[in-house]
């Protein structure tokens, strides 16, 4: 179903997808928490991509940590999801 009336012109609404879905979305977290040093490595290691990456030089120190720990991780890091333990 679309929001055809909505600020997003069309595109589908995911809200009822959300509300479906919002219990099982602390398996994130738990996931995280199960793997945080392999988690933690992988954000460490995009961090430092990010902070010294020369496209954002002209950047402001701290909006690039501030940005930067967001994108390290949700955008960038993979976790072995796939061959997981679980405890």
């Not at 919002?22 to 996931?31: N, S, T």
């Not at 961090?47 to 720990?69: F, K, N, P, Q, Y």
């Amino acid at each position: 179903m679309e929001n055809r009336h909505s600020l997003t012109r069309g595109t589908p609404d995911r809200f009822p997808w959300f509300k479906h879905n919002f219990p099982d979305f602390c398996m994130i977290g738990r996931y995280l928490m199960q793997h945080r040093k392999e988690f933690t490595r992988l954000v460490l290691d995009q961090m430092g991509h990010w902070i010294e990456s020369r496209a954002l030089a002209d950047c402001d120190h701290r909006a690039r940590i501030v940005h930067g720990a967001a994108y390290a991780s949700f955008g960038r890091p993979r976790l072995n999801v796939g061959n997981s333990s679980r405890r």
